[in-house]
């Protein structure tokens, strides 16, 4: 079935570097997406989302970039703290009578050292 | 403001027990979720609920039964527990069905089949 998954499972960067994690789905009809934050013992936490009908959005120091042609999702975060190493998800919802049935990826694990 | 409740956060079955994993939430969402998420994997969808008396399967629902008789309430019922369902899961809600922002997840239930 279709899905979505990420490129890389673990990340470590310095404190103060910028973290990019990436995500590819294979859903062509997919036309939401969401990042998760998922902090160890903790439910995920929505970081931030976009339509398919922009490639671009940001937050606070996030932005999420999404290349429909390549069918590639990725989060930046800028200048990373310790307090950003967690698990990170994409989510993907196919649209139409989905429900907000998402489509998780595998995550990747963010290390962030001090 | 609870968010999102589940209990209880932990428990261990023997095969063939069943149990009844509790789902509240107090934000008087329509769409509720039930989720499960296995070691190092993404969330799998197990059922999910549009509103009160509406439910419908997800990607993984054999072996478990759920109910929506209050808008609050997502029981998840599990029925002749096997190994296969040791797991985590996560109950989740959302105003909008995720199409226009997203899932409030619960904190999780850590169930252990032996």
């Known amino acids: 079935g279709e899905s979505v998954g990420l490129h890389l499972p673990t990340l470590s960067v310095q404190e103060g570097d910028n973290s990019i994690i990436n995500c590819a789905y294979s859903?062509?009809?997919?036309?939401?997406f969401i990042w998760y934050k998922q902090e160890s013992g903790k439910g995920p936490q929505f970081i931030i989302d976009i339509r398919s009908n922009m490639d671009k959005r940001q937050g606070q120091r996030v932005t999420v970039l999404l290349n429909k042609t390549v069918k590639h999702l990725s989060l930046q975060i800028a200048a990373t703290q310790p307090g950003d190493s967690a698990v990170y998800f994409c989510?993907?919802?196919?649209?139409?009578?989905?429900?907000?049935?998402?489509?998780f990826g595998q995550g990747t694990i963010l290390t962030v050292h001090p | 403001n609870a968010g999102v409740t589940q209990t209880p956060k932990f428990r261990i079955l023997k095969i063939g027990q069943s149990m009844t994993l509790q789902c509240t939430q107090d934000?008087?969402?329509?769409?509720m979720y039930w989720y499960r998420q296995d070691p190092g994997m993404g969330l799998k969808l197990i059922y999910y609920?549009?509103?009160?008396?509406?439910?419908d399967k997800g990607e993984v629902p054999n072996g478990y039964n759920v109910s929506r008789s209050t808008t609050e309430d997502f029981p998840l019922r599990l029925e002749l527990a096997a190994p296969s369902q040791t797991s985590v899961y996560f109950c989740?809600?959302?105003?909008?069905?995720?199409?226009?922002?997203?899932?409030?997840f619960g904190e999780g239930s850590r169930l252990t089949v032996l």
């Open positions: 859903n062509s009809a997919s036309d939401y």
């Open positions: 989740a809600s959302s105003r909008s069905g995720g199409r226009t922002g997203e899932l409030f």
């Open positions: 989510a993907e919802n196919a649209g139409g009578t989905s429900y907000g049935k998402l489509t």
């Open positions: 934000m008087n969402h329509n769409y």
């Open positions: 609920s549009v509103g009160a008396g509406i439910t």
